[in-house]
Structure formats: structure tokens, C-alpha cells
């Protein structure tokens, strides 16, 4: 079946600008991730969202992060006011999410590149 | 908090060579262990994950291990072929937060013909 889907795959953006990337997970899959992969960074956990559950938010890196996903499936990362630390490669990756297992074993998307000048 | 560490951080053999990557952790209080491949410019491709219950675990020509106590893992990559070439990344979930990954900077892998 499909896999993870990310949009858009390349985003380029000025210095102060909103952007949004968007997420499209494993149909069935209630859990969904974001991650951020940045050049001496590694990658980095951000968001976590399980089912109707309060969102696990304790990796975005200051309140110019937010995500939201809507029924339960499409989530979106919105970054406010772009600084150039900011670019990296943002992955979603979404898992079946019932505990026990390897129902958590998750499953990447190819990942929205951010660049911001 | 976790910190996991790949050694080597690049690795290149000719084809046909068995490929041996390592994965150290700091807390072995884990919820299980994966390990990733990801192509240039791409995302992460699961390969293998081991249940923190689990010693091994084995998918074609890859097999991969796992001692808690010492916090290691070891995945084996069997008579390599250029096609392996990529980067290897092993991730560790941790007990009471056994959703969230954390991640090794990964093995680069090249594989001449």
C-alpha cells in the first residue's frame, strides 16, 4: 500500500516567513511523527500525536513550532517566523501505535527540505 | 537522557565483503531498536527492529543483534553488493518514552564493485 507522503518535497523561504509542510501518514496508522534531520544535528524528535491523546510536544525547539493533525490523520508542521537555523530536512514518519511491540516500528516518509535565506 | 553512538562513521569494502556496523546506547532501559537505511537526498527505509526482549532479529542477507546489558547492537550485512551502499542509522526508544527515537549519526556505507 502507499507509504508515508510529504509536501512539498523542496521549500525555499525567506528569512521571517510562515511555512507550512504537510503530512500524509499509513492509512490506519494512529500514530504520527515529526523529525528534524540537520547537518551536525542528527535527528531530532519534535512532535508525537497518538490517536485523540494530548501531543507529545516536548522536542520543538521554541514556540515558533506548532503542528496539529486534523481527524486523526493529515498532520502539519508550521514554522512562524523562519530563521536560517531553521533549514534542515523535516521528516514525518507514522507507526500502527498500539503499544506492545513492534506496532511502534515506524515508517518514514521522504521528507520536506527546508531552506531559508 | 539517551545518547547513541555508530562506529565506524564511514565504512567502504569491496563487493562481496560481509559488512559489520555498530550501535552503542547509554540507557539500556529500552523499549526496542531499529535500524534505518537512508539513500542520499532520501528518507529512512526500516530494515530491522528488535524488541528489547529479543537478542536478534534476521531478514535476508541482514541480520541484526542486540545485547541490552551492554548496550550494543550489531547489524551484519552478508556478502555486500554495491546496491548496499547508503547510510545505516540505528535509532532506541526508551522504556516510559518508548515512542520517541533516538538516533545515531549513522554509518556511511560504500561498497565498490
Known amino acids: 500500500g502507499a507509504g508515508v507522503s510529504q509536501s512539498p518535497s523542496n521549500k525555499v523561504t525567506e528569512k521571517g516567513k510562515d511555512v507550512e509542510l504537510r503530512c500524509d501518514p499509513i492509512?490506519?496508522?494512529?500514530?504520527l511523527y515529526w523529525y528534524r534531520q540537520s547537518l551536525g544535528q542528527g535527528l531530532e524528535f519534535l512532535i508525537y500525536?497518538?490517536?485523540?491523546?494530548?501531543?507529545?510536544k516536548s522536542g520543538l525547539p521554541s514556540d515558533r513550532f506548532s503542528a496539529e493533525r486534523t481527524g486523526g490523520s493529515v498532520s502539519t508542521l508550521t514554522i512562524q517566523r523562519t530563521q536560517q537555523e531553521d533549514s534542515a530536512v523535516y521528516l514525518c514518519a507514522s507507526s500502527q501505535g498500539t503499544s506492545g511491540g513492534p506496532s511502534y516500528e515506524q515508517y518514514f516518509g521522504p521528507g520536506t527540505r527546508l531552506t531559508v535565506t | 537522557k539517551q545518547e547513541v553512538t555508530q562506529i565506524p562513521a564511514a565504512l567502504s569494502v569491496p563487493e562481496g565483503e560481509n559488512l559489520v556496523l555498530n550501535c552503542s546506547f547509554t540507557?539500556?532501559?529500552?523499549?526496542?531498536l531499529q535500524w534505518f537505511r537512508q539513500d542520499p537526498g532520501k528518507g529512512l527505509t526500516s530494515l530491522l527492529l528488535i524488541q528489547s526482549s529479543q537478542r536478534e532479529q534476521t531478514s535476508g542477507r541482514l541480520n541484526a543483534s542486540l545485547d541490552k546489558s551492554s548496550g550494543r547492537s550489531t547489524l551484519y550485512i552478508a556478502a555486500s553488493q554495491p546496491g548496499d551502499s547508503a547510510t545505516y542509522l540505528c535509532a532506541v526508544s526508551s522504556q516510559g518514552d518508548d515512542y520517541k527515537l533516538s538516533f545515531g549519526a549513522g554509518t556511511t556505507v560504500t561498497v565498490r564493485a
Open positions: 540507557d539500556s532501559a529500552i523499549y526496542n
Open positions: 492509512s490506519g496508522h494512529t500514530a
Open positions: 500525536f497518538q490517536g485523540n491523546s494530548a501531543p507529545d
